[in-house]
């Protein structure tokens, strides 16, 4: 394989900015898809990305492509995702890649992971290309987006491609740049082996599915490989290169990409950003892996009937399979018995995975509110983390509670910027600064990562009737005034409703908490009191009226057996509540409870 | 009390459902169809089938003394008093008759039907049952009435006249913006007639009906817990006052006209059901697999009805359902402790092999704490007063759920 015919490259773009699309125009062009084959967003095949319309995990597929130069190239593309939680999948993609197509609506503009990427890739020391996609929509401006990028990323507006990747305007013009702008792979082929891991997957006929990119050397089919970091040795059982479906191949040389089999059983055994070589003849060392991904949001996730817990367990085994950012270890709530406090990389992550639970795997899922990881220093001087609010030490022990804080990077257009600036603040945010591009504005504030992990973006979305968008990367911690906020009915407290609030938040939320559960707690034999306390200090009361009347007049004929099953409907939706204490709680209350909204 | 259905007491009780109606009522979930007036055609065509049936299905209740007819619908007295006399007649002749035997008909307060009360009185008619629901106009006209006040007092002086021995009246309460007050005109009006039985039910929202649609839509005005409580306490005080026993927790009676045939729904004895949307139960062991009876129902749309019949077909909507013991001890718990009387552990044991603690030790040992249910020294149950109120919630202790 000659490797200046070789050209690895990813897309990356913000959230629907069409890099799906795109792809699979190149896939069309280069005919590797054709016919009955076709399907948009072609290389989102998990069920859930063609749901919801969106890519969760990177893709990569090799484009034969004959340039017209007269010569013929082996185009390596990577689709990446847009959304902030799956960032680290672009980073991934970087690290196999010289250049990167940027992809920016025509009719959107710059926004914030367009940025947040082009410096990923600025930083990986890739080739731009900067593209303008979407221009055959009505409201498409690709001139104004081109000086845009000019003014805000530093490339000529002139050199900026124009393209539809929905009508396959501008794709040659597109792959020509790729075969002419991108530097083909360095890297020596004589070096000893050294291949990037930089994804994986699980396949259930060979296990643990490596993605990697040949950096030096060579790896064969058939010969033994060690991962350097976690000292695994295994035999290559089998080479493929994807095009589009997984094609053996008996070799891949230094700058090629593709998917490695040995026998590896599980997805735990491999460290993403670990290096292969040989074992015959061992690099000295390794390439530089990455930062592990590290789960920013925590929630206990716990099965609605009682003996599913094993269900669950069993399901999160199996996930984690295929995604080894999942975290997660048993808790137990007195409210809701038996579960486990999970880990995610963000909020889509989180409900993209209780999602999976809940559908692939078929288990009825509560979960409680999520929380980030807290640092806790104690009255001795020590300090730990904890993920979750009923792990937080005695107000003696106490001595202050830290929370982690990011850096979020808003961009909106001018008109919108004064709902920002005020959620923000509402947020208990910092402004940093607040730089104007053309008709557009980039706001940065200091925030903690509490108040964003819910519903920020939707909010940023809502204030800015959908064209604001946001991304953010953590800073540190900051010592705030935090609380435990305690719910409590009939004077038992629900572990499951605890959360740590900002102090001057506790009421506002307390307030809320009682009123959600008023609503949705039915009336018992007996009234139920709810209170949200601070500490010893009850900060809201309400109560639920003892029930008094619950008859149906009617019982003849017919109506004996429907009476009868309105009864075991009743029995069942009884079954399936909760009991904290004397008092019955249906699932709905939590659900609604822990839905509330940040406010 | 001849529980459930001792062989001394091998009666068979018949249901007549007529599905007809002027209009159909908002809140109505029965199996109805509105006919501006029933043709003798349609009529006719409708008895004949009926009366198929009746030779159909009544093998099953072979031998069986006929205890108890019910003409109900719908509104039956849409009918001719000839075309009654014809049920009357062949009810009758199916099975034994050794005494008196109630037959009840169901009518509304219409000027038709006012003027057809001797006649069905000679059709063999011996207890009416009125639709009065409210003698309020605005009430009537809310709930979508085709009646007014005004008809429901000339029609319970025809009923009197007409000299049915007794006369049963259907109350309404929480209806739409009906309130407390109008609640107690309402009984105390009814009271200046007398009626022997009384009948009061809550308005429920069905599903899939008007009213459902309307409420989802937040414009009816239902009473909330609290007054509809107050109501179900007014109803009981006043009625209870003027010599009426509560004797199921929707009927009233003076002592010694309690309903024939609705009591057998609470007792659990066979019932045989005709016509559309009709529900049977057939008596236990009337198939090898049925030790505690079937369940059986029909059709709920008269031309599917009618064409099974005159095809000489059953005309039941879903295979019979053969009560399991579960089913059976859950039913009997429940419809014997919605009446006065209450459940009999002796014969409760008799049936199932244990008493009611057998099966439900716990339950009963918290309702019994919470002053739900009341225990007698032989282990027999009743609802207390509270009990009443909240009877589902007792209820739901009793069932069973499949899983
Ligand atoms: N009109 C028009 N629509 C486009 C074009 N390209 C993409 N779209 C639409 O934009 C939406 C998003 O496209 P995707 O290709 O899924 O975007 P993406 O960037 O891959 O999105 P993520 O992977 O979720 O970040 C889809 O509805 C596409 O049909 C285009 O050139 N013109
Ligand atoms: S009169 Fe009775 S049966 Fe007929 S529609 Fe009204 S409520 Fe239903
Ligand atoms: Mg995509």
Known sequence: ?599 | MDYPDGVSAATVGVYVHVPFCERVCPYCDFAVVGVRTLTAEVERRYVDALLRELELRRPAFAGRELASLYLGGGTPSLCRPESLARIVRAARAAFEVRGPVEVTLEANPSTLERERLPGFRDAGVNRLSLGIQSFDDATLKRLGRAHRGDEARLTLQAARTAGFEALSCDLIFAAPDQGLPQLEADIDELLAFAPEHVSAYELNVEPGTPFATAAERGQLACAGEDEALAMWDAIESRLEAAAYVHYELSAYARPGFEAVHNQRYWRRQPVLGLGVGAFSTDPRGSRGDAPFGLRRSNLRSPDAYLARIEAGESAESEPAEALSPETARAEAMFLSLRTRSGLDAAAFEREFGRPPRGFYPDEITTLVAQALLAEDSAGGLRLTRRGQRLSDTVFANFVELGD
């Open chain 1, 1 to 599: 394989m000659d490797r200046t015919l070789i050209r690895n490259f990813c897309i990356i773009a913000h959230i629907d900015h069409g890099k799906s699309t795109l792809a699979d125009r190149l896939l069309e062009v280069t005919g590797l898809v054709s016919g009955r084959d076709r399907r948009a967003q072609y290389l989102d095949n998990m069920e859930l990305e063609r749901e919801r319309g969106i890519t969760i995990k990177a893709q990569t597929v090799r484009l034969p492509y004959t340039a017209s130069d007269g010569k013929s190239y082996i185009l390596n593309l990577i689709d990446t995702p847009g959304h902030v939680d799956f960032s680290y999948e672009v980073s991934r993609a970087l690290a196999a890649c010289e250049g990167a197509v940027l992809v920016v609506d025509a009719a959107q503009g710059i926004e914030a992971q367009t940025l947040a990427n082009a410096y990923l890739a600025v930083d990986a020391g890739l080739e731009i290309i900067p593209v303008v996609n979407k221009i055959d929509l009505p409201s498409a401006d690709p001139d104004g987006v081109a000086e845009e990028i000019e003014e805000v990323i530093g490339f000529d507006a002139a050199d900026v491609l124009h393209v539809s990747a929905k009508q396959g305007i501008g794709t040659h013009e597109l792959l020509e740049q790729i075969v002419s702008n991108v530097p083909p792979p360095k890297g020596d082929p004589d070096a000893p082996t050294r291949a990037l891991v930089f994804d994986s997957w699980f396949d259930p006929y060979v296990g643990a599915a490596m993605l990697v990119r040949v950096v030096d050397g060579k790896l064969r089919s058939g010969e033994r490989v060690r991962m350097m970091a976690g000292g695994l040795e295994k035999e290559i059982t089998e080479l493929n290169v994807i095009d589009p479906r997984p094609r053996r191949v008996e070799h891949l040389e230094a700058g090629e990409v593709g998917v490695v089999i040995a026998g590896v059983k599980t997805l735990a055994e491999v460290k993403i950003g670990d290096t292969l070589t040989m074992t015959s003849a061992p690099a000295e060392e390794p390439l530089v892996g990455f930062q592990d991904v590290k789960p920013m949001v925590f929630t206990g996730l716990y099965p609605i009937e009682s003996d599913g817990y094993e269900g669950l367990k069993s399901a999160l085994e199996k996930l984690q399979l295929n995604d080894a950012s999942l975290v997660y270890e048993p808790e137990t709530s007195d409210a809701l018995g038996f579960g486990f406090r999970c880990g995610f990389l963000g909020f889509l992550h989180a409900e993209i995975v209780q999602e999976r639970l809940e559908r692939e795997y078929d288990v009825d899922l509560i979960s409680t509110a999520p929380t980030v990881r807290y640092r806790i220093v104690l009255t001795s001087g020590e300090s730990k983390e904890i993920e979750s609010p009923a792990n937080l030490p005695s107000a003696g022990e106490l001595h202050c509670i830290e929370e982690p804080v990011v850096l979020a990077t808003i961009h909106v257009p001018q008109e919108f910027v004064g709902g920002v600036l005020k959620l923000c603040q509402e947020r208990r945010g910092v402004q940093r600064d607040m730089v104007q591009h053309g008709t557009r504005v980039q706001v940065r504030y200091d925030l903690p990562l509490s108040e964003i992990v819910l519903d920020f973006h939707d909010k940023i979305k809502s204030v800015t009737r959908g064209y604001g968008s946001f991304d953010y990367e953590l800073t540190g911690y900051q010592a705030s005034d935090l609380v435990k906020l305690d719910v409590l009915v009939n004077g038992d407290p629900v572990d499951a409703l605890s959360l740590i609030v900002h102090r001057e938040k506790a009421y506002s939320r307390g307030t809320e908490l009682t009123r959600k559960l008023k609503e949705f707690i039915p009336r018992q034999m007996y009234e139920v009191a709810i209170q949200a306390a601070v500490g010893a200090r009850v900060i809201a009361r309400t109560t639920v009226k003892a029930l008094r009347k619950n008859v149906t007049s009617k019982c003849y004929g017919g109506d004996i057996t429907r009476k009868r099953k309105l009864l075991e409907k009743q029995k069942a939706g009884k079954r399936r509540m909760k009991r904290v204490g004397s008092v019955e709680i249906p699932q709905e209350a939590f659900l609604a409870a822990l839905k509330l909204e940040d406010s």
